[in-house]
Structures are given as C-alpha cells and as structure tokens.
C-alpha cells in the first residue's frame, strides 16, 4: 500500500482479525481506503471505511463521528449483511436490490471498493475460490460498476474474476498482448499522429482517443464471434471525436483513403442507431503492412449519449432486453436514474452533495428464508410478499415472520429484511385484506389476485349449483339407499388401498373430479351398484353429495400398511403462463427432470396466454407439491395448480 490509512488503535483493537479469505481487516481497509481516494470519494466517505468494522450501537458512535458517517457505516454493514444472505442465480434482482437498499449511492460505492479489494487480495496470495463466487463478481459486481460509469472498477474486477475462473485463458491472452505490448502502443502512437495530420489538413478539428482494451473484453470478443487473437481488428482501437454529423461522414471517408477498408466491416449506426439508441461508425482499416484497426467516429453529443444518456454503454455491452410489457415506464424511470447517478460520479468532487438522501429504484427489496431476492412496491406487507412469491401462497397466507419475529400481516416491509410466511394447507384469502381502510396490501398485482380468487369461487359456486342436477350425480344420490349401507360390518386392514370405516369388503374407486392422493383427507361416498367412490374432503362435489345425501357420507383413511409404495396415482396439473416459443418443452423437460410420468397433455393458446393441463402419475402428495414448486420456475410461468 502507497500509504498508512489512518485507523485509530482504539478501533483496530475492536475488530475481528480476518475478513474474507483470510485477509486482515486493517489490510482490507487499508485497500479500500486507496479505492475510495481514486474515485475522489468524499471525506465523510473515507473516514466512514476507517471506522467499517466497528460493532458500537448507532447511537454511540453518532456522538463520536457524527450522524452522515454513522449512517455510511451502518448502511454498509447491513447491506454486506443483507448481499450475504442472497441466493444466486438472480443477477438483475440483485444489482437492482444493491443499488435500490441505501438512499445514499456512496454505500454502494463503498461496497464496491470492499467487493475489489477482496478479489484483489483473492489473485495477490493465489487463493482457490469457488468459481461461482467470481463468476457474481463478473455478472452483478463489475456489472453494476458498469452502469454507474466507474470503468477503472469494472475493468479490474473483470479482469481479476476472469483470472480466477479461467487462468489458462488468461494467461494466454496477457502473454499474447505482452509479446507485442511495446509494438502495438507504438503503432497506435504513430496511427493516431498520422491521423490528426490528415484531420488538420482537411481543415477538421477532432480529439482522437486511443482506446484499450482488457484482457476479459478481449476473450469475449474471441467467444462471441469465434476468432482466435490474431483475427480480432479490435485489440488496437481509435476514437475520434468531432462536433458535426456531416464531420463524422468526411472523417470516414479521410480515413478510407489513407487505409485499406476492410470487406464487411463497416457499421454505420448513425443512419441506423442500435435499439437502444446507440449511435456511432466503426470501420476496420489496414495499414501498408496489413496491420487492422478499428476506428470509431463519433459527436461528441453521441459520445456523451453513449456514455451517460438513456443508451447507456452498459445497455450495449450486456446487451439490452425488451421490457415485460405493462413496465416500460418503470424501466425508463429507472435508466433515466442510473444515468443522472453516472453523470454525478462523473463529476467527483462536485457529486457527493447532490447525491446524499437519492435513490435509484423505488423498490423494496426482501429476501425469501431461502434467500431469494422479491422486488416488492413501497409500503408493501408480508402479504404484498406473499403474493409476489406465489399466487397460492398469498391465498393460503395466515401468518408472518420478518427477521424471525412474529409480526401483523399489515406491516411495512423494508429493504433486507427476511420474511418467513406461514401458510396453511388449504384455503383462500379474506375479503378483509381489500378493504381500503385497512393496509394489507400495497400492490395492484396483488390486490388483482385477490379480487379474481373471489370472482372465480363466485364462478365456481354458481357452475356447481348447476352440477348438481347433472345426471351423474344423481346417479350417485339416487334413492332407496343401497342395501350395503344395512349390512353389518367390520373394519379390517387388508381389505385393499383404501380401508374403509364401518363398511367390510366394498370395491373402491378414486373420483376423478379431485383426484386424491395419499395422504389427502378422504371422505367416500356410497353409490348404487358401483362401490364407495373416494373423494378429498374439501372436493366441491362431495360437498353438494354431501347436502344432498348425508347418510351416504362414510369415514374412511388409507390403508397404511397395505398402499404399495410403488402405487402411482393419477393427478391433475394446471400451468397458466405467457406463451412462448418452447414453453411446452421446457415444461415437459421439469417432468422429465423430475421422473414423472405424463399420461395426458391438453394445451390451449389465446392472446398470448398458453393455459395447460397435465394428468400425472405420482406416488404421494409431496410429490405433487415438488413438482408444482418446480413448475412455477419455468420462464413465463404466472399460475401452477393441483386441480
């Protein structure tokens, strides 16, 4: 380190001695305290990371720092409490949660520099990691570093991670660029003089830029467009910056009649921008040697737009993804916001005022017991979260835990909290919950869920209302009672998979209106001719049987010692989802992941909504359950259930 960070001796003595990977808490600070002095971070801001690790109470350290670092320190500590606690795999979510968790990008700043040093330290003592730690330094860490415009972060940490999960690459490609460093900065050096020579001749004034490239960037290229080293035009690039659009056209052709174009390798995206409103030329050249370039033409307004604006060069880079239809708005606010945020760095020293008490994302965001990150709207409840977790485990919600405590399914949620809802197996939401003088729920989509639960069992109830005249059922109420219903009896354990109470020797059969599945509540029905038919016990159609013809109604239970466990029971699965190209096969590769067998398929497609229904075969309830969790993972999946 360049310098001694000033920790007072007090403070080291409260810190635990290692961090992560074994690196000294003092060493760590001392790294991110350099970090923080390259980006022209604020005083407040560097005095806040001498003081990271102290365990004081809030109100302690205030007396003795004051209020705005107090307030880094601890927002810091909870959201590398909170990153921790994450589950990976949901890289969008997570990049929004770190931005989106303090009101002061400053501690985003700060975890940055932490998230650096560490990998730093990783690379400088050859430490083996877990490629999926490196592999989330690349996709959220250096990613976010890239939206907000700190490209000395981004391309370290890239670079760094890269090192970590693909050293042989690695090391092949520096060694290449090390070969023929000296050459190619030299060429680079005479390539721009020649140039500006050429520029000032024609009388056009240009800044002309060289443009480096690093090591990751490099590899991606390779991969993306499979070449190997010595076919990429890029390695050694050039911009050139001019006020006019007409100069960026005379630029291109000054440069063509100096160089040797090379075939299909001009773009012109200020005729036709990029989708994301990406504008600029890039053309290939070669020099007499046969030595290629790229160079890049560009307004300055088209640079400024490329580096800040709405088409922010992380849009390009990561590439951009058209938004779910219903939030264009919200992503817009959202780029609008992450672009204001990357001019205020830009700026340094003049930033740090403008950006205490912002925020970038409205959201909240919480974190499922599991660690999954749940974006929900301000104000939301443990039940807002519920719903945004799964349609039926909002409907089945009768309780909550938010860091581990028992709380009122009316309270705010806040950022980083984890919540715990406690459902119950069968059942359906409140009305309760819509009333608009009570705050349950915060969330139109949620709110919307409720209202169509109750539209559907109004649905429902009037469709079974009609059912019930339907001949089968009568049928199955048709009076005198069967004669079997006088005959006494006695219970025995081996009269077949169902044992029914009460009644000796009786065929059974599983309803197909409910499908039960051990060990579903049962209930059996005695019909005329046809044996017990076997119902779950909240199957709409034994309650109507059960209003028509009680005395028909008998206690039954699953034979425990004579299911064969081997037994397969008919289910039936509905998937309601946003209807894609290769929906259904992703659906039937979760069956065939999970080893179910499918015995009947019907599908249905309109405006853009696929409903689908699935008769399985499976061996018990927890069966039915693993595979409607899995299910609802599926990409484009909004509603999965048993029916």
Known sequence: MSEELPIAKDVEQTLELLTWFGEPKSYHQMGMYEIAKTLFLDEATQQAITHLYRKESATKLQAELGPEITELIKSFQALEATRSKAATGQVESLRKMLLAFSQDLRVVLMYLASRLQTLRWVTQQKIEVEEGWAAEILDIDAALANRLGIWQLKWEMEDLAFRVLKPEAYREIANLLDQKRNQRQSFLARIMQQLEE???????????????????????????????????????????????????????????????????????????????????????????????????????????????????????????????????????????????????????????????????????????????????????????????????????????????????????????????????????????????????????????????????????????????????????????????????????????????????????????????VPPDEISGFVTKGRGVSIHRQNCNTLQQLLARAPERIIKTAWGTHSIDPKALFAVEVHVLAIDRQGLLRDISEVFSKLRINVIGVKTLSSKGMATMSFSIEVHQVADIQITLNTLYEVKGVTEVSRR
Request: aromatic letters at 8%.
């Open 198 to 516: 050429h520029l000032k001749k024609n009388n056009i004034q240009a800044q002309v830029q060289g443009r480096p490239k690093h090591i990751y960037s490099i590899w991606k290229k390779m991969q993306g467009k499979s070449l190997d080293f010595t076919n990429l035009y890029d390695i050694s690039a050039i911009r050139v910056l001019v006020s006019t659009i007409p100069e960026c056209y005379a630029v291109l052709g000054i440069v063509h009649d100096v160089w040797a174009p090379v075939d299909q390798e001009l773009d012109d995206y200020i005729a036709k921008p990029k989708p994301n409103g990406y504008q600029s030329l890039h053309t290939v050249v070669k020099d007499p040697q046969g030595l290629a370039f790229e160079i890049q033409i560009r307004t300055g307004e088209m640079h400024h737009q490329a580096e800040f604006g709405l088409a922010a060069h992380w849009r390009y880079k990561e590439g951009s993804v058209a938004s779910h239809q219903g939030t264009i708005s919200d992503a817009a606010l959202y780029e609008q916001r992450i672009a204001w945020a990357r001019q205020l760095i830009s700026w340094k020293e003049e930033a740090w005022e403008q950006i205490k008490g912002q925020t970038i994302d409205d959201h909240i965001y919480a974190l499922t017991p599991l660690g999954r990150v749940i974006a929900l709207d301000k104000n939301s409840t443990p039940l807002d979260f519920a719903y945004a977790v799964h349609t039926n485990i909002g409907h089945r919600c009768r309780g909550a835990k938010i860091d581990g405590l028992m709380v009122p399914l009316d309270t705010t949620v806040k950022s980083g909290q984890t919540v715990e809802i406690i459902t119950i197996k069968q059942g359906g939401p409140s009305r309760d919950w819509l009333l608009t003088d009570k705050a349950y729920l915060a969330s139109h989509r949620a709110k919307s869920k409720v209202r169509a639960w109750f539209h559907a069992q109004e649905a429902l109830e009037d469709k079974d209302t009609k059912e019930v005249k339907d001949t089968k059922i009568e049928k199955e109420i048709e009076e005198p009672p069967p004669e079997i219903l006088l005959r006494p009896s006695k219970r025995k354990n081996d009269s077949g998979d169902i044992l029914v109470v009460g009644v000796d020797s009786l065929m059974t059969q599983l309803s197909k209106c409910c499908r039960p």
